[in-house]
C-alpha cells in the first residue's frame, strides 16, 4: 500500500461564478456555469451528475486548470497538491507500449517508476505490458488509463467519465478495480457520469447539475457504507432517494 | 504502402510476379524497338548493359554516382529538416501561417532552374551551391507536408501530457513527433524522387567536373544515348534500393503500432 498523508488536509475549494462559452452562428452566448460552489472534503469521493450538457465536464476541466476562460477561483489546497486526470477516452499514446505509457507518465527515475509491473499486475494487464494500446480492448485500454492515473499516487484524482462506451460487465469490473485501488489509496476524487446506477456505487456525495439553472441543483450524502454498496436491493433504494424524492432537485 | 496494406500477405509473391512480368515487357517492347529503329541515338537494353558494365569496370560510374548520392542525401536531409521545422511553427502558430502563407505560395511556383541558376549567380559553383539549391527546391513541399501534420496534432494528447508534467522535450519526442512521422514519412518519400532528379540538373547546370548529372551532360554534348541511359538506369536501382532498403522499412518500424 502506497503511503498516505496522516494530515487530512484541506478541502478543494471550487468557486465558478460564470462560465461562458461563446456565442456561434447566431445562438447567443451560452451560460454553462453559473454560481457554482462548493467544498470536497479531503478523501471525499465526490460525483458530479446530470444530463449531458448539465457542463459536469467543463466543471471539471476548470478544477483540473484545462479551461481557463472562466470568472471565480479555485483553490486546491496549500503547497502545490499532485492532481490526475483520468479521461473520458484513455488517451494513451498509441505509438508506446501500455507499459511505456506508464512510465512515461511519470519524471524519469521517478522512485514511483519502480511500481509501475505491479500496478499492471494489479489491474489485470501483465499480458499486454508491451502490447500497443490500439492492439488491446477499450476495456483494457481503460485499466491502463486508471493505472496510469493511480501510478501517480495523487491527492487530488479527477476523473470524466471514465467507463463509458464500456458493456456492462467490463465496465462493473473497472468500477469494482477502481473502488479497490481507493481503499487501498484513498484520495480526493471527483468524478463526473450521467448514469445514477454508478454514482451512487462509487460516490460518498453526489452533486447533480441541470442544464437550465447552469447551477447545482441537488447536494446529497450516499448513506452507504462499503458492503452496501455491492447489495443491489440497498444500491436501488439509495438510488430512488436521491434522485427522485421531491425536494431533491428538480431535473 | 498504402496500396500495400489492402492486398492479403499472401500476395506478395503473386504482386512480384506480375512486376517481374511488366518489368520484362518493358525491356522487350525496348529492345524491339532499338532493333527496328536501327539508330545509334536508340540503343537497345543490351548496348546499355555493355556501357554500365564499361563504366562499371573503370570505376567511374561508382565515383560519379556515390559523389552523386553524397549531394542527394545531404540536400534531402537539409531539406527535411528545414522543412520540418517551418512546417511545425506554422502548423501550429495561425498568425506565423497567415504571414508566412504567401511566402510558401511563392516558393512553391519559383521554378527550380531559376533558383538553381540564382544560386550559381550569387554564391558560385561550389559544393554548398549544389546542396543549397536542391535543398531550397525542395524545402516548401516538406513545410506544406509538415504543416497539414501540425494542424491534425491531437489536442487530447497535449491536455494528457499537460496533466501528466510532460514538460516540452518528453512532448516532442513521445507525442508531437510521432504523431508527425506519416506525414514526415511521405514527405521524405516524395522528397526523395524531387531531390534525386534535381540533384542531376544541379550537377549539369552548375559545371560541376564530377556526379552523374555532370556524365550525363558531357554524354549529351556527344549524343552519346548509352552512356546517358547507362547513368539513368544504374542510378533509378540505386535510388530503388534506398527506397525498399531504407525508406519502406523505416516508415514501416514507425508505423508497427498500427492495428
Not at chain 1, 499532485?82 to 507499459?99: A, S, V
Request: proline share 6%.
Amino acid at each position: 500500500m502506497a503511503p498516505v498523508n496522516s494530515d487530512p488536509g484541506t478541502p478543494v475549494r471550487v468557486r465558478v461564478k460564470r462560465k461562458t462559452f461563446p456565442a456561434i452562428g447566431g445562438r447567443d452566448e451560452n451560460i454553462v456555469l453559473r454560481d457554482v460552489a462548493f467544498d470536497v472534503s479531503p478523501r471525499s469521493f465526490v460525483v458530479l451528475t446530470g444530463p449531458s450538457g448539465c457542463g459536469k465536464s467543463t466543471l471539471l476541466n476548470i478544477v483540473a486548470g484545462l479551461d481557463k476562460d472562466y470568472e471565480g477561483e479555485i483553490d486546491l489546497g496549500p503547497g502545490s497538491p499532485r492532481m490526475t486526470f483520468i479521461f473520458q477516452t484513455p488517451r494513451l499514446l498509441p505509438w508506446r507500449t501500455i507499459r511505456e505509457n506508464l512510465m512515461l507518465s511519470l519524471p524519469d527515475g521517478d522512485p514511483r517508476q519502480s511500481n509501475v509491473d505491479g500496478m499492471i499486475e494489479r489491474v489485470g494487464l501483465t499480458e499486454a505490458t508491451h502490447a500497443y494500446p490500439e492492439r488491446t480492448s477499450l476495456g483494457m485500454q481503460r485499466r491502463a488509463a486508471l493505472a496510469r492515473g493511480f501510478i501517480q499516487e495523487p491527492d487530488i484524482l479527477l476523473m470524466d467519465e471514465p467507463f463509458v462506451s464500456l458493456d456492462d460487465p467490463t465496465a462493473h469490473g473497472l468500477r469494482e478495480l477502481l473502488v479497490d485501488l481507493w481503499n487501498s489509496r484513498p484520495t480526493t476524487v471527483m468524478f463526473v457520469t450521467h448514469d445514477r446506477n454508478e454514482a451512487v456505487m462509487l460516490g460518498t456525495r453526489i452533486l447533480r447539475l441541470a442544464p437550465g439553472s447552469a447551477s447545482i441543483v441537488a447536494d446529497e450524502t450516499v448513506r452507504l457504507s462499503p458492503s452496501d454498496r455491492t447489495d443491489r436491493g440497498k444500491l436501488q433504494a439509495e438510488l430512488a432517494r436521491i434522485f427522485e424524492s421531491p425536494d431533491a432537485g428538480h431535473s | 504502402m498504402l496500396l500495400a496494406r489492402k492486398f492479403p500477405a499472401g500476395a506478395t509473391g503473386e504482386r512480384l510476379l506480375w512486376t517481374l512480368a511488366s518489368l520484362t515487357t518493358l525491356v522487350a517492347l525496348w529492345a524491339i524497338s532499338a532493333q527496328l529503329a536501327g539508330s545509334r541515338h536508340f540503343p537497345g537494353p543490351g548496348k546499355v548493359l555493355e556501357v554500365i558494365g564499361q563504366e562499371a569496370a573503370s570505376g567511374a560510374l561508382w565515383d560519379n554516382m556515390s559523389i552523386t548520392l553524397v549531394r542527394v542525401a545531404c540536400a534531402f536531409l537539409l531539406a527535411m529538416f528545414i522543412g520540418t521545422v517551418i512546417g511545425i511553427l506554422i502548423g501550429t502558430y495561425k498568425r506565423a501561417d497567415q504571414f508566412f502563407d504567401s511566402w510558401l505560395v511563392l516558393f512553391l511556383n519559383l521554378p527550380a532552374l531559376v533558383i538553381i541558376a540564382l544560386s550559381y549567380v550569387w554564391l558560385g559553383t561550389t559544393e554548398l551551391t549544389a546542396i543549397l539549391a536542391v535543398a531550397v527546391n525542395k524545402i516548401p513541399n516538406v513545410a506544406v507536408q509538415m504543416r497539414e501534420g501540425a494542424r491534425q496534432l491531437s489536442r487530447d494528447l497535449a491536455e494528457m501530457a499537460a496533466v501528466y508534467g510532460f514538460g516540452p522535450w518528453k512532448t516532442l519526442r513521445h507525442v508531437t513527433l510521432p504523431q508527425l512521422a506519416p506525414f514526415a514519412a511521405a514527405a521524405a518519400r516524395s522528397g526523395l524522387a524531387l531531390v534525386w532528379k534535381i540533384v542531376l540538373v544541379v550537377e549539369a547546370l552548375g559545371g560541376h567536373a564530377t556526379g552523374v548529372g555532370h556524365q550525363i551532360h558531357a554524354a549529351f554534348g556527344n549524343y552519346d544515348v548509352p552512356t546517358i541511359l547507362a547513368y539513368a538506369l544504374a542510378f533509378i536501382v540505386v535510388i530503388q534500393i534506398v527506397e525498399f532498403g531504407i525508406l519502406q522499412p523505416l516508415q514501416a518500424r514507425v508505423m508497427r503500432w498500427r492495428r
